[in-house]
């Protein structure tokens, strides 16, 4: 179990994109099924947001994380 634990961030941290992009897509969902029940909620919600914190870590995260280091703050500020 522990190896498990060690092993989980080898893809990439996927943990900033369920963050910022599980909750519009939770209110998406209800907004087009209101009457959607509690465990098609949770499913349907983990379908969109995982692929989509995916896509934002290759695509978005780690190239800007990368650059962090080389650009620097503009010293009058």
Known sequence: PL????????????SF???IYG???QQTIVHFMPS????QF??????FTIPAAV???YL????????????RADKDL
């Open 60 to 71: 978005i995260e780690r190239h800007a994380l990368a650059k962090k280091d080389k650009i």
């Open 23 to 25: 909750y519009p897509i």
């Open 3 to 14: 190896e498990r634990l060690h092993n989980f961030g080898k893809y990439g941290d996927f």
């Open 42 to 47: 949770i499913i349907l919600s983990f379908a």
């Open 36 to 39: 959607i029940e509690i465990w």
């Open 55 to 57: 896509l934002s870590w």
């Open 17 to 19: 994109g369920m963050f």
